[in-house]
């Protein structure tokens, strides 16, 4: 059964501090992982995207994919208050028509 | 542009009772996606439909749960009849499948979700 896998937290960072969020994919054959940003009572909010090995970045967000360790990660930096949220990762495979398998979140608290 | 749709955005009904939920997607959007989330179980893939076809329904829980898509603006999620563990957030989702360098694209777009309470 392809799962993706992330610490639940909470992780607590303060205000200005690097954020490092993590996750961890089964299925060899996914190409395209995206972190998703959920605040309480909201829907999931597409943040980022990554489909090759590395780095990316946009604003205060990178993303990083390993593909041979199977491994996602997302930085915030200069965590804000407002970044306090759960967030989700994902992995795609177009193998599987496109149907995304979520992580079941990290609750990220930044305190002021 | 709109975004995904959704309505209700909150349906409190009773045991035994058929319930619709309703979604728009993203215009041009070729995939759509049911979700259901709880606290216990987090997201949970329900069906999803290509064009307007459904694809794999292996994760409606039940015969109780059915879901169409008319064409392509337009679908629906039923229970009938609903019961007090169907209560949790279902989400629609959107996506458009298209060619990123020598890849494919196929990020998710949300919809408010319908916060359903069955008692």
């Known amino acids: 059964q392809k799962e993706v896998e992330q610490n639940s937290g909470p992780l607590s960072v303060p205000e200005g501090a690097i954020a490092s969020l993590n996750c961890t994919y089964s299925d060899r054959g996914s190409q395209s992982f995206f972190w998703y940003r959920q605040y309480s009572g909201k829907s999931p909010e597409l943040i980022m995207s990554?489909?090759?090995?590395g780095d990316k970045e946009d604003g205060r967000f990178t993303a990083q994919l390993n593909k041979a360790s199977q491994y996602v990660s997302l930085l915030i930096r200069d965590s804000q208050p407002s970044d306090s949220a759960t967030y989700l990762c994902?992995?795609?495979?177009?193998?599987?028509?496109?149907?995304?398998?979520f992580g079941k979140g990290t609750l990220l608290t930044v305190n002021p | 542009d709109a975004g995904v749709i959704q309505s209700p955005r909150h349906e409190v009904t009773e045991m035994g009772q058929e319930v619709t939920l309703r979604c728009k997607p993203i215009?041009?959007?070729?995939?759509l996606f049911w979700y259901r989330q709880t606290m216990m179980r987090g997201l949970e893939l329900l069906i999803y439909f290509n064009n307007n076809v459904p694809i794999d329904d292996s994760g409606m829980p039940e015969d109780r749960f059915s879901a169409k898509m008319p064409n392509a603006s337009f679908s629906t999620l039923k229970i009938q009849p609903s019961e007090p563990r169907d209560s949790a957030v279902y989400f629609c989702a959107s996506s458009l499948v298209w060619s990123v360098g020598r890849g494919l694209s196929y990020e998710q777009y949300f919809g408010p979700g319908t916060r359903l309470t069955v008692t």
């Open positions: 994902a992995s795609g495979n177009s193998g599987s028509n496109y149907k995304l398998t």
């Open positions: 990554i489909y090759s090995n």
């Open positions: 215009s041009g959007h070729n995939s």
